[in-house]
């Protein structure tokens, strides 16, 4: 695992473009072999739905690599996602389908792909459903939508509430999921709930595992249980939603750290992730020799998101608010690191006409972090991140975007808990502001 | 007291007046619906009627079967003058939000693309042949082989 985070080398880019192939291939037999719009076939006389969906993104920033990739400088086009579904009704009521998803985010992903759902569905009601398996968590406005980059104006989501690099953590549970809507009395609106219980397992291949290996730890496993609920009420003002989420989890790391830097505890001078090592083969083989089990574990773990959307025509407004509490046994036990994040954002959009939509927003992130930073000092650039961001859509077709966003990022929220930007990439260090531009085309069938 | 009777006469008038044209905006509007689109179904489902909300959950794909317990298929026109109004009159959405909307259900898994048909003879006919579909189709159109539903 230690030397796959760090390959770099044709494999991998072999790997992308049969992926690619595979997909476009796939893509072309769909569209145009298969008459009609819908992509199905018939098995065992049901109908099976196909479905897909791919993007490509080019980021460049004046200053501060983003995103695990090497942003300044030329840029970086390692910003790759593709999914493809399958979906059917056995019964009336019964609905099973599966997804799998891949990507490369710079050292992210890499090419992994992961079951990103697959469930079976048995609706009893429309106020009472039931599903099991692997499902897409429900919190708030987009968590269980947020690859899915056709469904919205921007090219990146506020990063203050979901963040690109760390979906792993909130994506999707193994377990299973109640749900159902109804309607209010007295014309009240309509309320649709969701409750959900599982166990989350992070890809290694994801941020967080990624941001622990400047300290030489190589988790192998990192997951646990994982349970909430969602509430949302559709008002009786038009277009207007509000709604709340909860999410608890329990979650447990391990893995080897092999060394270096030396394992220090919450007495750690700051500035220490400016300091560490890099990561390269040869700081590898040097750690190989003192590999040690490595671990942690949740002694809290909880998030509450707050958030509101309004529609009216070709406007929409959206905003959340998430505050995210981790108190994390860390270093086998040696330390023990608190990270309290808040973010929040006000998002609008508009349909200017049937090819070109316009949108922007303010993304607004802090981290109290107990282990590193100055705690409870937003005003310091590594404990926040502001992003003011505006982004043009054009919709070449139905089903192909190109989309254009800049991002104007005052921080570089640097805590032990990652927010985009990594040390491993920055080893020089942080500027406090980073111009960031986003070119990003994508589409799905 | 006089100035102030003038004044109540000038109001009610302008009252009456407001009403007046609201009356018939609504009834222009009934017209209008009426005019629009009608909603046909397979004659396999046992429903003469349907209520707007009950349509809205059908097509929303948060329920598939009417209050009598039919199961019940919704079928979309994938454009023109009878799918515009359809979506405006019973569904409060553009086009390209309702293919947002389903494509959020068909990625995360919560739902499937339902069928789609190019023009109302091609809804016609798929509904005549297909138990439980239900459509929707210019009131021009002739029902043959299918059952109107009235709308309440």
Redesign the interface.
Known sequence: MQMNLLTRGPERWRKKRVAFRALLLLSIVLRFVIPGNAQEFRLFQHTVQVHGFASQGYVYTNHNNWLTMNTSGSGSAEMTDMGLNVSTALTDKLRVGAQVYDRELGRLGQWHPSLDWAFADYRFASWFGVRGGKVKTTLGLYNDTQDLDFLRTFALLPQSIYPTDLRDTTIAHSGGDVYGKFDLPRHAGALSYTVYAGHRSDSMYSGYPYVLTQYGSFFHHYGGLQYGADLRWETPLKGLLLGVSRMDQDIRGDGENSGFPPLQTSKQPKGLLLQAPRMDEGNLAQGQAGWRPVWEKSKQDWTNQFYGQYTRGPLQISSEYRRYFRDQIILSGMAEDLDDIRGWYVAGSYRVCKRLEVGSYYSHYTVSNTFMNPPKDPDLPANHEYDKVITGRVDLNRFWNIKIEGHFIDGFGNAPYPAGFYPQQNPGGFRRNTNGLVIKTGFNF | MEAKRQTEENMTKKLKYIVMMVAVAILAAGQARAGGVKVIANVGVPANSISV?ELK?VYLE????LVDGT?VQPVLE?GGPAHEIFLKEYL?R?D??L??YY??L????????P??VLSDAEMVAFVAKTKGAIGYVSSATPAEGVKVLEVK
């Open positions: 909300a959950s948060e329920t598939n079967s199961h994938k409060d553009t390209p939000a293919q947002i494509r959020t068909i990625f995360t898994g919560k739902g499937l693309m069928k789609a």
